[in-house]
Antibody, heavy 121, light 111 residues
Framework: EVQLVESGGGLVQPGGSLRLSCAAS????????MHWVRQAPGKGLVWVSR????????NYADSVKGRFTISRDNAKNTLFLQMNSLRADDTAVYYC??????????????WGQGTLVTVSS | QSALTQPASVSGSPGQSITISCIGT?????????VSWYQQHPGKAPKLIIY???DRPSGVSDRFSGSKSGNTASLTISGLQAEDEADYHC???????????FGGGTRLTVL
């Protein structure tokens, strides 16, 4: 069974940093593109970033480019999101999600349960 | 990048059919066959119900169907049931397939 479990969320002050993790199991992690998607309270989903299976190709939404860094450790089946210079509008539940096999695009067929990040003083 | 446009809410009675639209541009929905739809119940993670415009993952009811015309994608739910009450989100990609887009989400109420 495919499982994605996020962790690392919490309360952080504006300008601070946080590192999210997503532990994957039940599939060959290194062969899948992975994504981070966030959802502010009461709002819609917003795509944040993606990374290819080897960890060589990354893409970011304009709103996080230069502040967030996506990475992965295939030996530990774990996806990361390093978030720096956090702002109040980064407050959201952050989900990790998996692309379909062989593709880097949408049709996210597995999602984690999400981890809440709150940016506030 | 701009989000895709969905109606904030739709409603229908049990047994009826409803359609949710998702409006994009010629740079995303109009240029891509990678439109997907997600169902999200309150406090839960999204669940994939339609991918590649009109395909259903295994286990998803055939009451859910997707289509696309030009820059607009649509999700139709037939034979509405109480458990269909949820938020529905559409997704696509930019024409260069390097940036993801979501709609703002549509709240479905089953009357």
């Amino acid at each position: 069974e495919v499982q994605l479990v996020e962790s690392g969320g919490g309360l952080v002050q504006p300008g601070g940093s946080l590192r999210l993790s997503c532990a994957a199991s039940g599939f060959t992690f290194s062969t899948y593109w992975m994504h981070w998607v966030r959802q502010a309270p009461g709002k819609g989903l917003v795509w944040v970033s993606r990374i290819d299976g080897a960890g060589r190709i990354t893409n970011y939404a304009d709103s996080v480019k230069g502040r967030f860094t996506i990475s992965r450790d295939n030996a530990k089946n774990t996806l990361f999101l390093q978030m720096n210079s956090l702002r109040a509008d980064d407050t959201a539940v952050y989900y990790c999600a998996r692309s379909p096999a062989g593709r880097g695009g949408p049709g996210f067929d597995s999602w984690g349960q999400g981890t809440l990040v709150t940016v506030s003083s | 990048q701009s989000a895709l446009t969905q109606p904030a809410s739709v409603s229908g009675s049990p047994g009826q059919s409803i359609t949710i639209s998702c409006i994009g541009t010629s740079s995303d929905i109009g240029a891509s066959n990678y439109v997907s739809w997600y169902q999200q119940h309150p406090g839960k993670a999204p669940k994939l119900i339609i991918y590649d415009v009109s395909d259903r993952p295994s286990g998803v009811s055939d009451r859910f169907s997707g289509s696309k015309s030009g820059n607009t994608a649509s999700l139709t739910i037939s034979g509405l049931q109480a458990e269909d009450e949820a938020d529905y989100h559409c997704s696509s990609w930019t024409s260069l397939n390097i940036l993801g887009l979501f709609g703002g989400g549509t709240r479905l109420t089953v009357l």
